[in-house]
């Protein structure tokens, strides 16, 4: 059941797809529908993410978080109303909000319309994100600037360089 799952999830195809080396599709759906349902599914990746990172020599729990976003196009199908532009890449289309944890595990995804910025997601993900991580920090621009401010003028890490040159 588990393995038929994965399938459909790596390779993104229909359940109907499923190939017949698996149980058939109408036997697996109904148990991922019921495992999603009650959480399972998210609960399976918790803990698979707190083996991974305690396998790297990290606690269990996430302390620092990272947002990223990518534009994608809307094909013809996605309803208007769902959709947006970006005029930074000149998209029309959809933005996928994703926040990882410092190893780049994956923590939360939003979608939204192509015009939706990091900063109005991140509104919406990180109440959910310290609801659900108690121990998570989030460490603004000028906040890491006082902490590496003890390396002199010229010594500035390369990360904000590149945030000061924007």
Known sequence: MLDA???VTDNGVKWRSVPADFPAWDRVYPFFRRWRKNGLVK??????RGKAREAAGRDRQPTAAIIDSQSVKAAASV???SRGYDGGKKINGRR???ITDSLGLLLMVLVTAADVTDRQ????LLPRLRERFRKITLVGRRRLHRRFRHLGEGETPAHL???QAQ
């Open 121 to 124: 997601a991140a509104r919406v």
């Open 79 to 81: 309803p208007v109303g």
């Open 43 to 48: 609960e399976l990746h918790d803990r698979l």
């Open 96 to 98: 996928r909000h994703v």
């Open 161 to 163: 360089r590149d945030r």
């Open 5 to 7: 799952v994965f399938y």
